[in-house]
């Protein structure tokens, strides 16, 4: 789950480290996430203690994996002092709140010299940690809320509030008033979204490393290929299927597509799909990570908090709608196979799913023992250390019956020599997991910190409420130029935020206008956001995940980019689907939800259908343009005019069957 594909799978592991680094990197990283652990299933911490620490850590790893000039240029003196003091930097502004902290709440409001100095250095900290470990676009945003901040007549930029439109003018904040809101409050860097990263997302990154480290990533990969290999098209429709179980571990696009798109792309090519839709397949398969329970990246913690709703309730209503999302990839998939006419892989080159089972059942335990302490309403945070400890038992028990019964029966018998070079291996993946999970941790866990900044001045001077005005004011109080704005608005921040960020961001500027201005539940209101902030996954000019397809399949990355956008039309489907049909995700009459259901899914095929022109056979233009309205009238919040679409759908798709079967 390590953020949205700004940083690869294991950030930092591009670069060339001296052996001390390397060392020190390790130290680190196993010290935060035995720390998180520790706090997560032994000793729960305070609010201020557990993020201080979590976010001093992850500066330090970060300083540590992301040298100042970047991977490819030896620090040099210059570059190992500037280090060293932002290294220092992240020590410091830790661990004076740990320390101070009391003294801190004592004198809350009437801020020392020492404090505001400390908070300086812990805001300029975080935004270089940022720049480093997300990229320089988080960092500029970060600064130019700072600067806004400042902005007014009564802020230490007076002449900046000059150039402010007249609905963005505030009045103005001293270096003071910020710097207590954004490092001593709890609305800035250490708000909520620094306290669901140093919790809830952490012990999942950390779950989804050690299951990434036994190999659960292939097993999951075979699995698909067993089950759907023989299909026409198989190894794209393997990859929509792996893509979603690899989602619910790492839960990063970036990552999907490097992972499982190593090895669907050249099984796509092989088959037949032409380099930019294999690439563009995987990306639009892989976004769907990120919007796939049981962690959805990290909205679904992110979504629980802000929206005050058990964590199992927002897992179980994002289930439907992201069926209908990856529904919508694999039929796709289907009709670019029906249309160029291939053919599916042959018994021999798939692995066989007895096979597959029998050398990675045990990966389901630890997934079902999640699932299990999820229902039994525990908290999430203590939900992933107990999934981590039964990951960990059913290795050392599969281990222990390897050695046992397995290796004597291949000529291999126990002696001490075996036993102690098994257990130092053992002992060397229980390190490379707990480093791999923190290594993945940095890049969302700086987002959020950032994202904290954000947060925190959008509160101080009231841009949320702005905002919303705009919006009411552009969109002339229609709901759908509202979520077309919404969904322009994610696209724009895609370009410089990973998803996180950019749902939080986003969440804070337009939510109370969805939901006081449009009357948008709360939870869809979040739903809709957090699925539009994955859009520049897959929307060109940046797509990120079709340039890592594309860089996978060696094809064009502008293409591919494109690809990716017509396979993820879900992406912006859906979320309307869940506005103007509410009971899918607030509930209802059983009848009423499987019809809402079944007219959504169907519109999903149609669409599809309508955009390549073919089903079981071709389609003409007319019943194409047919399809269209017949779609629209599906999100109409009228029964009879969803029921008129549903028939006409019906009746094109009947039609279309039976004229595949007279030819």
Known sequence: MSESGNSPIVPGSQAHHARPVLWLITLVAVGLSLFQLYSAGIQPLGLFYQRSIHLMLIMMLAFLMFPVFGPRRPRGLVGWLLDATFFAGALVTGGYLVVYLDEIINRAGFWSQTDIVVGCIATVTVLEAARRAVGLGMTVIGLIALLYAFAGPRGDLPWLGEWLPGILEHRGYSLDRLVGQLYLGQEGIFGLPMGVAATYIFIFVLFGAFLEITGAGKFFIDLAYAATGRQRGGPAKAAVIASAGMGSISGSAIANVVTTGAFTIPLMKRLGYRPHQAGGIEAAASTGGQIMPPLMGAGAFLIAEYTRMPYLEVVKVSILPAV??????????????????????????????????????????????????????????????????????????????????????????????????????????????????????????????????????????????????????????????????????????????????????????????????????????????????????????????????????????????????????????????????????????????????????????AFAAALEGYLFTRIGWPLRALLLPAIVAVFYPSLMVEAAGAATMLAVIVGNWRVSRRT
Not at 478 to 483: I, R, Y
Request: proline fraction near 5%; hydrophobic fraction near 60%; charged fraction near 10%.
């Open 324 to 605: 209908m999302y990856f529904g919508t990839v694999y039929l796709f998939v289907h009709i670019i196979a029906l249309k160029q006419g291939m053919q599916g892989m042959t018994k021999d080159e798939l692995p066989q799913m007895r096979d597959v089972m029998g050398q990675g059942w045990h990966f389901l335990l630890p997934l079902a023992v999640l699932v299990w302490l999820l229902v039994m309403n525990m908290s999430p945070m203590r939900v992933g250390y107990f999934a981590i400890l039964t990951m960990l038992a059913v290795a050392v028990m599969r281990f222990l019956v390897w050695m046992l019964f397995a290796a004597p029966r291949q000529g291999q018998p126990v002696t001490g020599e075996r036993l102690a070079i098994a257990t130092r291996n053992a002992m060397m993946k229980l390190v490379e997991g707990l480093e791999l999970g923190a290594r993945n941790a940095v890049a969302v866990s700086m987002a959020c910190a950032v994202a904290g900044v954000i947060v925190g001045v959008v509160g101080l001077t009231g841009l949320g409420l702005k905002f919303s005005s705009m919006m009411l004011a552009f969109s002339g109080g229609n709901l759908l130029l509202a979520l077309v704005m919404v969904l322009l608005a994610s696209l724009v921040l895609g370009m410089g935020l990973p998803v996180t960020a950019s749902y939080i961001v986003l969440i804070v500027l337009v939510g109370p206008a969805l939901t006081a201005e449009f009357g948008v539940p709360l939870l869809i209101a979040h739903l809709v956001v957090f699925w539009y902030s994955q859009d520049s996954n897959v929307t060109p000019p940046i797509a990120l995940a079709g340039f890592a397809g594309a860089a996978i399949a060696g094809a064009k990355p502008m293409e591919t980019g494109f690809q990716a956008w017509k396979f993820a039309k879900g992406l912006y489907l859906i979320p309307l689907f869940m506005v103007y049909n509410p009971e899918i995700i607030m509930g209802g009459p059983w009848p009423l939800l499987i019809w809402t259901a079944v007219t959504g899914l169907l519109a999903l095929a």
